[in-house]
T-cell receptor
Framework: AQTVTQSQPEMSVQEAETVTLSCTYDTSESDYYLFWYKQPPSRQMILVIRQEAYKQQNATENRFSVNFQKAAKSFSLKISDSQLGDAAMYFCAYRTAMEYGNKLVFGAGTILRVKS | NAGVTQTPKFQVLKTGQSMTLQCAQDMNHEYMSWYRQDPGMGLRLIHYSVGAGITDQGEVPNGYNVSRSTTEDFPLRLLSAAPSQTSVYFC??????????????FGPGTRLTVL
């Protein structure tokens, strides 16, 4: 079974600075997808960024980018120019590409605090 | 489109009571699933469905039942509530396909407390 580990329960960053959230995963599959979700206090789950394992190029979405290291099974999220609205819980998630469905395996989450 | 809707938003039950958490989507998505979120554990899959009439167990299915009689609805039933089922429950849906570009939609969640 696949597992996802987020080793940082909490992180803090100063407004306008850069922060990196860590995620590692364990799988024997070669084809899969990885995601970062943001959960603000409203509880809504918001997709931040996604990465296909077969793509070597790291995904970017505006101020959000990932460092995907397939051999190391690492998938970190970098947030540049941090804003107060970035404060939230962030979840790393894995989904197999080997079957249909929408089963996601989540990490435990990292609480990100942004200081003004 | 209303997206994925869940009712109720909050619920308090006594141990042993039963109830159904409702989930509906109006996007004609084949794939639907239920997750529970507990502190320090992220979201864990309870049950999922790949289409009407087809359901299967996820990581933590004990104490929960599901059925999928229509594409739109995927209710989650607690047969005899226990304090260990105190959690936040999320329903999610996704269009058919293997591609990661098929966005997964989450409902707003139901906070359930079992006394």
């Amino acid at each position: 079974a696949q597992t996802v580990t987020q080793s940082q329960p909490e992180m803090s960053v100063q407004e306008a600075e850069t922060v990196t959230l860590s995620c590692t995963y364990d799988t024997s599959e070669s084809d899969y997808y990885l995601f970062w979700y943001k959960q603000p206090p409203s509880r809504q789950m918001i997709l931040v960024i996604r990465q296909e394992a077969y793509k070597q190029q790291n995904a970017t979405e505006n101020r959000f980018s990932v460092n995907f290291q397939k051999a190391a099974k690492s998938f970190s999220l970098k947030i540049s120019d941090s804003q107060l609205g970035d404060a939230a819980m962030y979840f790393c998630a894995y989904r197999t590409a080997m079957e249909y469905g929408n089963k996601l395996v989540f990490g435990a989450g990292t609480i990100l605090r942004v200081k003004s | 489109n209303a997206g994925v809707t869940q009712t109720p938003k909050f619920q308090v039950l006594k141990t042993g009571q039963s109830m159904t958490l409702q989930c509906a989507q109006d996007m004609n998505h084949e794939y639907m699933s239920w997750y529970r979120q507990d502190p320090g554990m992220g979201l864990r899959l309870i049950h999922y469905s790949v289409g009407a009439g087809i359901t299967d167990q996820g990581e933590v299915p004990n104490g929960y039942n599901v059925s999928r009689s229509t594409t739109e609805d995927f209710p989650l039933r607690l047969l005899s509530a226990a304090p260990s089922q105190t959690s936040v429950y999320f329903c999610a849906s996704r269009p058919t396909g293997l591609s990661s570009t098929d966005t997964q939609y989450f409902g707003p969640g139901t906070r359930l407390t079992v006394l």
